[in-house]
């Protein structure tokens, strides 16, 4: 079953803005993960962050996790046409040696 | 791909054939998943394993089974192939479980007819 679920489901911005994506889960976690897709190929860990950490970055990515009220964003800085994708979070509970991943969101960053 | 292959990487075979998918790896990683990835349904796991030999089902097992005999390979069989097992399958793997970063494979896409 689902655990993380992402928002909004598609989003479709130009070339240069800033993207968002949330994602909500239900039950406590060890860590988030984001992952990205392209079309075709396998998933791309992005960054991975602690259910002990509030913020992480790396390069123009942006986490953030809110434990309490069970959400996470990610946040790309100016967009590149590159970076049109599916993205994906996961999540790791506690003990368990699988990550539960959410249905992902599509990302179309126009040129 | 982080030394990852997956073989076939398509495969087209007829309900109640049998199927196996090789997933094969170069880093020496202790972990590796099977993942099925359905419209509608993100990735869902089916099997993992944890070392050579050492196996457990995941979220949608049932009509699929998986063997790990090596440290670099991990096979997964659909004893009878069915048009629900119509997806594309992803290998993934990790150095340590408890839930941590996993590379993925090109994934294979299996049509059963």
């Known amino acids: 079953s689902q655990q993380g679920e992402e928002d909004p489901q598609a989003l479709s911005i130009q070339e240069g803005e800033n993207a968002t994506m949330n994602c909500s889960y239900k039950?406590?976690?060890?860590?988030l993960q984001w992952y990205r897709q392209n079309s075709g190929r396998g998933l791309v860990h992005l960054i991975l962050i602690r259910s002990n950490e509030r913020e992480k970055h790396s390069g123009r990515l942006r986490v953030t996790l809110d434990t309490s009220k069970k959400s996470s964003s990610l946040l790309i800085t100016a967009s590149r046409a590159a970076d049109t994708a599916s993205y994906f979070c996961a999540t790791a509970q506690g003990g368990s040696e699988k990550l539960v991943f959410g249905k992902g969101m599509k990302l179309t960053v126009n040129p | 791909d982080a030394g990852i292959t997956q073989s076939p990487r398509h495969k087209v075979t007829e309900t109640g054939t049998p199927v196996t998918l090789r997933c094969h790896q170069t880093?020496?990683?202790?972990?590796m998943y099977w993942y099925r990835q359905d419209p509608g349904h993100g990735l869902r796991l089916i099997h993992y394993?944890?070392?050579?030999?050492?196996?457990d089902k995941g979220e949608v097992s049932d009509g699929y089974s998986v063997s790990r005999s090596k440290t670099e390979d991990f096979l997964l069989t659909l004893e009878s192939a069915t048009s629900s097992q119509t997806s594309v399958y992803f290998c993934?793997?990790?150095?340590?479980?408890?839930?941590?970063?996993?590379?993925f494979g090109p994934g294979t896409r299996l049509l059963v007819l």
């Open positions: 039950t406590s976690i060890n860590n």
């Open positions: 993934a793997i990790s150095p340590t479980g408890i839930g941590e970063t996993q590379y």
């Open positions: 880093e020496n990683h202790r972990y």
């Open positions: 394993s944890y070392g050579v030999k050492d196996t």
